[in-house]
């Protein structure tokens, strides 16, 4: 595996369901993200982590609750969540959080495309 | 007022022509212009970057950044129906905490 991966790439869940979002990069970066893009709105950041350690959290609802156990792997914990959370749910790293600079690019995943019941 | 504007189109031009997208933003203290590719059922991809204002050229894409007016652009020279795909806009502050910030994107399709 190359560069960031993210399963599943498809997600139905009803919204009473619990789910989860993996996402694995194989770039040795160590800053991880979590953005949302929906139709007709600019993709919005979620989370940021710094070396395993949460450095931002965009006033996100409860129901997401992300997890990152290691620099490689970043988890998106999913609860009672509404149609609205409906989205591609992309996740990115990069060598170090902000910073200057093309050698800090985000390196994007495939995205996992929920629709919530 | 939004911090970054960007047509969303749909654009759709012939095989060959030259594709102009722009977009504008209000936040003076943007340092960091790019603009990502996003082909279907795929993650954005960096296409082009350029640091404060000025022209970067890269074979037939070429990225402008006019901070006076706060407007960037990106043309496409000889575009190919392989140029289709949403092309985003985005820019951050410097410094650590600059996190990137994205236009809605600009759907374009280019017709053989």
């Known amino acids: 595996e190359t560069g960031v991966t993210q399963t599943p790439r498809h997600l139905v869940m009803g919204m009473t369901n619990k789910k989860s979002l993996k996402c694995e990069q194989h770039?040795?970066?160590?800053?991880m993200y979590w953005y949302k893009q929906s139709a007709k709105k600019p993709l919005e950041l979620m989370f940021v982590?710094?070396?395993?350690?949460?450095?931002e959290n965009n006033s996100v609802p409860s129901r997401f609750s992300p997890e990152c156990p290691n620099s490689s792997h970043l988890f998106l914990h999913l609860h009672t969540l509404q149609p609205e959370d409906s989205a591609l749910y992309l996740c990115?790293?990069?060598?170090?959080?902000?910073?200057?600079?093309?050698?800090?690019?985000?390196?994007f995943g495939p995205g996992t495309r929920l629709t919530v019941l | 007022q939004k911090e970054v504007e960007q047509d969303p189109g749909p654009l759709s031009v012939p095989e060959g022509a030259i594709v102009s997208l722009n977009c504008t933003y209000s936040?003076?203290?943007?340092?960091?212009f790019m603009w990502y590719r996003q082909y279907s059922r795929k993650g954005p991809e960096l296409l082009m970057y350029?640091?404060?204002?000025g022209n970067k050229e890269d074979g037939r894409f070429t990225a402008q950044v006019d901070k006076s007016s706060k407007y960037i652009s990106l043309f496409i020279r000889d575009s190919q129906p392989s140029d289709s795909a949403t092309y985003l806009c985005?820019?951050?502050?410097?410094?650590?905490?600059?996190?990137?910030?994205f236009g809605k994107g600009t759907k374009l399709s280019v017709k053989p």
């Open positions: 990115a790293s990069s060598s170090a959080v902000g910073g200057s600079g093309p050698r800090n690019e985000q390196f």
């Open positions: 770039l040795g970066h160590n800053a």
């Open positions: 982590y710094s070396l395993e350690e949460r450095v």
């Open positions: 936040n003076s203290a943007f340092q960091y």
């Open positions: 350029t640091y404060s204002s």
């Open positions: 985005a820019m951050r502050t410097g410094g650590s905490q600059g996190n990137l910030i």
